[in-house]
């Protein structure tokens, strides 16, 4: 893999793959600089539309015409070399290069401040990017989701920060070396790349090494396998968690309904109380490690306490979509059993009489190397319904299907525990769905467009109630 050492020139970018979150905000960044910007995807979305009224190309179709006065490339890792464009680029000789290493070269222009991990990047980057720019210090970022408070997904700021995910799915956050980094934590995740945890962590390690010599490591410090990936780090290392054992830590956690109160600490001295509008206590040390990141900055504890106190959340992560009367249905992007978990507890701590967990498999890989563990992640569900994999880009594996962790769930124990087409859900839930239920969309495919025609078939059984809003995404 190679870095970009020079992207001007070129100025006319094509970007494969372009509808992509993560693609999307490089795009977004690249036509606020002034390029020439065009891509190729299949299908319309709000993304596209968004980037076509900024002034971008966009193709829905895969073909060679698309790339032929592209003088740069970029393509994300769902792009296989039998697509036409990456084989005109390759016989035409167009320089072509990986998302990330685009945005490493990006980040390079800038004070990088990079958020890797296998769960929470996406929160604890949007938390950072708020921070900062609710501060004045305009910050570019690039997030994996949409947020309201954000506007969108990225931004081309003119300050000397740049906040972004390092996706580590495919090993390409070792492209980036960041004056900051932050380790939300290891798991076992993207096992279709890496060979076992032990790469997993050992690839960790490498990317802390690529943090610059003056700069940080800022990481969950109950972790043990991050405590095994920082072994030999000489690096400057900043704690956070749950644990007074940490540098800072979180106390007096209080939670009630979607918002979520606590006290910080910060290297031995309480520096006050901090409320967010999102529930869960993953959502604490994803604030925890954005606190440690605004006062690196040099911000003071009250304007990093304002602009947490103001964030109300990302798109799929624990939104809520409709309350229909006292039924409410939430989408949430979770697709691996620990993010799961953590989910079904934050909707525990709502206090409402049913959880009913909606399952959509994200990928046959996860569903083949984590199926024990999904059979032991829904406990904290009082139903739960699995329904048909999402394959993303992949080809299907013989001997796994959306029955596989169904069968996994029942083996544990579950005894209200369904395997449903995607097509026959709605109807099923309309006809169950009772006062006082959490209905949740669970997955990172497409699972969360049922919510509106969901909310249309229960308000039409409850058409008596007349107090039925919707909350905009």
Request: glycine share 8%; hydrophobic share 40%; proline share 3%.
């Amino acid at each position: 893999m190679h870095k970009i050492t020079k992207l001007i020139p070129p100025k006319r970018v094509h970007f494969i793959g372009i509808g992509g979150v993560g693609m999307s905000a490089l795009a977004q960044i690249l036509v606020t600089q002034g390029y020439h910007v065009s891509g190729s995807d299949l299908k319309r979305t709000k993304i596209t539309s968004r980037l076509e009224a900024l002034g971008a190309k966009i193709f829905y179709t895969h073909c060679a015409e698309n790339v032929s006065d592209a003088e740069l490339i970029v393509y994300s890792s769902c792009i296989s070399n039998t697509n036409p464009e990456i084989i005109l680029a390759k016989e035409k000789g167009i320089f072509l290069v990986r998302r990330a290493e685009l945005l490493a070269w990006l980040m390079d222009t800038k004070i990088g401040i990079a958020i890797s991990g296998a769960h929470g990047k996406t929160t604890t980057t949007a938390f950072i990017a708020y921070i900062l720019k609710k501060s004045g210090l305009c910050p570019s970022y690039a997030v994996g989701a949409d947020v309201e408070v954000l506007s969108g997904n990225a931004e081309n700021g003119s300050g000397r920060y740049f906040v972004a995910e390092a996706d580590e799915s495919d090993g390409s956050f070792l492209c980036i070396y960041p004056e900051i980094a932050v380790i939300t934590n290891i798991d076992k995740e993207h096992l279709d790349y890496y060979e076992n945890l032990d790469h997993i962590i050992s690839s960790y390690g490498q990317f802390a090494h690529n943090v610059s010599p003056t700069g940080l490591i800022c990481c969950y410090g109950e972790d043990e396998r991050i405590r095994k990936a920082l072994e030999g780090y000489t690096g400057r290392i900043i704690t956070y968690g749950l644990s007074n054992k940490c540098d800072v830590y979180a106390q007096d956690i209080l939670y009630q309904e979607m918002d979520t109160e606590f006290v910080c600490s910060y290297q031995g001295k309480e520096i006050g109380v901090f409320k967010l509008q999102i529930p869960g206590a993953h959502n604490v040390l994803n604030a925890l490690a954005s606190i440690v990141v605004g006062l690196e900055v040099g911000l003071t504890p009250d304007s990093i306490r304002q602009a947490l106190a103001e964030f109300h959340g990302v798109n799929r992560r624990f939104q809520i979509r409709y309350r229909i009367g006292k039924i409410t249905i939430i989408d949430d992007y979770a697709h691996h059993p620990t993010e799961i978990t953590a989910t079904l507890k934050a909707a525990q701590g709502m206090n409402k009489s049913r959880i009913i967990g909606v399952f959509q498999p994200h990928r046959y890989s996860r569903t083949k190397f984590l199926k024990e563990e999904f059979g032991s992640c829904f406990s904290l569900a009082d139903q739960v319904i699995i329904t048909d994999i999402y394959a993303a880009c992949e080809t299907p594996i013989d001997g796994v299907a959306a029955k596989t962790i169904y069968e996994q769930v029942r083996k544990n124990g579950h005894e209200n525990v369904q395997l449903i087409p995607r097509d026959k859900i709605n109807k099923h839930l309309a006809a169950i769905a009772k006062e006082g239920d959490i209905l949740m969309l669970l997955g990172a495919g497409d699972i969360n467009a049922l919510s509106d025609d969901l909310a249309q078939k229960i308000s039409e059984i409850n058409s008596g109630k007349k107090d039925e809003h919707h909350i905009q995404c």
